[in-house]
Structure formats: structure tokens, C-alpha cells
């Protein structure tokens, strides 16, 4: 088997006396989708944000390529490795710009650090461009709390998209989209997948996880409980029965 | 092709399209700007003689400056969704020391040293105890005020310093001389030309450096700053020590304008600049802010003093009309633009 793209090992998180994760083994491997189910406070998003570099886990290794990461995981490492992450609710800065937004954190500067407005300003707009912003009235200079909920959905992608992820990672997505906007949402994770990169998403919605997801991970109380390959699993609905026999088992120890 | 159809509107057509860009980029500054020209005129129809008059724009540009050099950091700082109360009394204990240094006979520019250092490091201790330490910046630095003019009123038991040779110092002539022959006002005083230096800069850094932009981020949705790796409690101990270095600046001019140090240097600042702030646009709630406006905010609040009195009306109007501009501007400002947050 090839080397994974991303690896946990024994990940624990705990904030505090709460244990939000335990032991957390997982891999992505490069080229796939990888949906990540489990239920409300399961842990999903603590461990999303462990693989984005915002929380460090309290214990266990994260390996990249093989590599064990050493001397501590931050975002600026999770951006150079090629993670991109859109976050499940209030991602952007409302009172600034599409542009500006896109580039939060990573803004193009000149040495002397200087923003290159204008440049961030033409970047952004191809971006929109190529990912179908154009049939809009907005312009990169557009301002967030103008944009609906799809809309802004779309921002946060996009952001993700300009720098080319290795592994897009997406917390609930579509919680707020309309059908169309979620399938739109969808077709962009199976093109980043074609383009070569891998993705990992979390979703309520198990039909749709099913769907275009190559793989899953059920995690129930800050464990995983189960991976398995879509070949494995005849139909959404066994995913819907293995949650929960989970949920159950869980209740009863 | 990919470039071609939106990249320089601005440039091509400085159309109506265009204007209405610039317009709704800046209208907060803008409504500041037309309130400081309906004041003016309104000032210039009480007393044509007052206010045609060099002599009263030379007088009120004396002080005025100063408090661009608090009001300017103070927008970064309001702006990163914190607030300083604290910066009268930075003032006054950086001025402290530029005097103490001068006192000994240091060499006037090398005074000012101490008193930069004393700015940033206010600045430093402030922004720990909002970010590291989690305390509410209007407590901590409303606290910060009170401590630091206690160390003063200790150190000195009320004594103040006067420097009757101050306007023999290069420094003097550098930072707070007059310039003769200056177009309209003769004997313009130097130091408003550094100030309106110090607002530019403000600009730059406030809107197209990474600090400023970054300033604004955080105080608009710092999870989101977090996550996208910007380290706000950096961020904002950055915005802090800025107005910890405007402070030092402000007190050091003080002292060269008025020749002297007082105990109570700054104390005077606290109201009126944050009045300026707000008056000027920078909304209260964080995520964004206009350097000019906040200090066109500050030529607004210095010309009610001299528009009241100007107008034949007693010092005991000047509160009053200052509430009274305060509320309006505000008002303006809501109608003027949504409130996103
Ligand atoms: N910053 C934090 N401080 C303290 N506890 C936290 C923090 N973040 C998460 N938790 C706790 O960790 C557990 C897992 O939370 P998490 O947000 O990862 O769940 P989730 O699976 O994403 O849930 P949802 O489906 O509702 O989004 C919860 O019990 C939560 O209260
Ligand atoms: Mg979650």
C-alpha cells in the first residue's frame, strides 16, 4: 500500500477535564474522499482542527508523507503542507471584502510588507471566474455581509482552492445550502479530487456523505469506531445502521 | 483575456461608476469631512471676523496635532474590537521622562528616546494583560491610567519642569517650529505638517499593510483570523504599543510646545480623543476604522472650543456643543452605512 498522504496516531484532545477526543488512528491517502460521520459532539470538529494546525492534540503524531511532524503543529505548517480547511460556521471577516478575505493571513505583499491591492484584486477575480462567481453582480471588492449564506459558502472554498490544496478539509459544508448550492459544493470536491487533490469532509447528511465519499471514518464519542472503504458497505443505509449499533453499544458500556 | 475587464475601472473611467466606488469606500471619512465643513461654515457665518482670520486656524493648529498622535494608534487599536484608556497617562509618564532626560542635559533628540521606550513598553504590558493575561481592555486600561498617574503624582508630588530655553534646541525648531512665510498662515507651526506626516503613514499602515489589514481582521471575527493563522494576541499587543508610541510622541511635542512638563501632561487628551475617534467614523464595535476620518474627527472637536467662543458665546457652551456634534455625527454615521455586526 502507498504511503498515506496525512496520518493520526493515538491523537488524544481534551480541553480542560473534557475529553473530546481519545486515541484517534486515521489516514487519508492521496487522491480520495474521505467523509468523516459521527454525531453531534462527536469530536469531528476538535479533530479537523487538529489537522489544520489551530488546536495542538495533547498527545499522539500526526505523520505527513511518511514523516512524523516534530517541534510542535501550527496553521502556517498546515498551510505548507498543502491543508486547506473550510471551517463550519462564521469562517469569514462580514465587514471586509471578498478579496481580502480570500487572502486572510496570506496577504500579497511587497517586502516591506505592503499589500499589492491590486494584484490580490486581479487573483481573486480569476478565481471567482474559474469557480462559476461570474453570473453574480459581485466583484472582488464585494463586501461578505452583502453575499448569502451560499454565497459566502463559495468565498470560503474558494479560499481553500487558490492555494492549491494537497487535502481540502471542509466542516459541514452544505449545512446551510440550498439543494443546487450542496450539489454545486459536491461537484467542486469530486473536480479537486480529479485535479489530484484529496478531501475530507464532515456531513450530517449520510445519503450524501454515501455518495461521493471513496471512504469513511465513524467516530462516536471522540473514538473512532469504524473505517471502512465504500466497497465495503453495500448502502447508505448499513452506514445508517452501523452509526446506530454504535450509538447503542456506546449507551450500554 | 483573463485580466482584461475589471482590472483598473478606477483608471480607464474616472466615471460616475468610479466616484460611487471611492464614495461608498469612504464615506465614513467622508460624512466626517462634511461635518467638519458645515461646522466651519456655520462658525465662518457667526464671526466672519474670527474666522477669516489666520491667526485662529495658527492657534488652533498650536494644539492641535497632539492629539492626532494618540487618535491615529487609537483607531488600530478600536478597530482590533479593543479599547485604551489608558494612553493620558502614557503620555504623561513618557513626557516624564523626555523631561527628566533634558533636565540632565541630555541632547534633546536622545531625551526622546527614553520616552519612546517607556511608550512601547506601556504598550506591551497593556496588550499582555488584554491578550495573555484575558482581562477586559476597558478595565485594564482604565486601571493602567490610574496607576501610571499615581507613579507620576508619587515621583514628582505635583512638581512640574519648565524648559525656558527649549526653543533654543534644534529639536524644538525640527518638531515644533514655525514656519515663516508660510501660504495664508505665517508663522505656521511645524509640528501640524508632522502631524497630517503621522496621519498618512497611519493610512498606509492602517489599509495596505499587512498590520493594518490584519488589525481589522481580527476585530471583525478573530476565530477566523486564528484559523487562517493569523496570531491575534500578537496582533493585538502590536495595535497597543502603537498608541503606547503615538502617546510618547504626543507628550514629547507637548512638552516642546508648552515648554513645560506638567504632573497632569495628557490627562486633558482623554475625552476629546476618543470623542475624535468615534465623531470621525471608526465605529465602536470593531472589524474596521478610518484613520481619517478619526482624524478629521479631531479637527472637528478642536474647532467647537475656538467655533463657540468665536461665535460670541461663553466657555459654558463648549460641552454642550460638543455632546451635541458627538450625537449627530454618530447618527449620521449609522444612516450613513449598514451595520453588519
Ligand atoms: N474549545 C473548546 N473548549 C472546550 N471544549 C470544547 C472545545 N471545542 C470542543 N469542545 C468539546 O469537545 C467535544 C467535541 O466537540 P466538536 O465540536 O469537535 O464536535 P462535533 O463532532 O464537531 O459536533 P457538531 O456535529 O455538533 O459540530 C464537545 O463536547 C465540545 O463541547
Ligand atoms: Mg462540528
Partial sequence: MSIPLIEFKNITKSFGSVNAL?????HINEHEIVGLIGDNGAGKSTLIKILAGVHAPSSGEIWLRGRRIEGGWNVAKAHAA??????QDRALAVQHTIASNIFMG?????PLGLIRVRKQYEEAERLMREIGFTSRVFTPDSVIATLSGGERQGVAIARALYFEAELIV?????????????????????????KGSSVLFISHNIYHAYDIADRFVIIDRGTVVMQADKSEIASAEQLVQHMKDFARAGHHA | MATKTLTSPVIRQPSRAALRAFVRRNRRALSALAVFIILLVIFTLANPRVFTNPITYRAIF??????????????????????????PATVGISSWAFAVALQSGWNSFAAVIPALLIGVLVGLVVGTLVTYVGLSSLVATLGMNFLLRGIINIGTEGIGIQFPQIRQEPLWHMFAGRIEGFPFINNFPVHMLWGLLFVLIGWVLFNRHRFGVHVQLVGDNPDS??????????VKIGAFVFVGVGAALAGVLSVLVNQTWWPTTGDGLLLPSLAAVFVGGTPTWGGIGTVVGSSIGVFIIQFIETGII????????????????????????????????
Fill in chain 2, 310 to 341: 468665536g461665535a460670541g458665546l461663553t466657555g459654558y457652551f463648549t460641552q454642550f456643543f460638543n455632546g451635541l456634534v458627538i450625537i449627530v455625527s454618530l447618527i449620521g454615521h449609522r444612516f450613513n452605512g449598514p451595520r453588519y455586526r
Fill in chain 1, 22 to 26: 481519545t486515541n484517534v488512528s486515521f
Fill in chain 1, 106 to 110: 496570506r496577504e500579497i505583499t511587497s
Fill in chain 1, 82 to 87: 498543502g491543508i486547506e480547511t473550510v471551517y
Fill in chain 2, 225 to 234: 483570523a486564528t484559523e487562517m493563522g493569523i496570531n491575534v494576541k500578537w
Fill in chain 2, 62 to 87: 498650536l494644539n492641535l496635532p497632539i492629539t492626532l498622535f494618540v487618535v491615529v494608534p487609537l483607531v488600530f487599536v478600536v478597530a482590533s474590537g479593543e479599547i485604551d484608556l489608558s494612553f
Fill in chain 1, 170 to 194: 471542509l466542516d459541514e459544508p452544505t449545512t446551510a445550502l440550498s439543494l443546487i448550492e450542496t450539489q454545486k459544493v459536491y461537484n467542486f470536491m469530486l473536480a479537486a479530487k480529479e
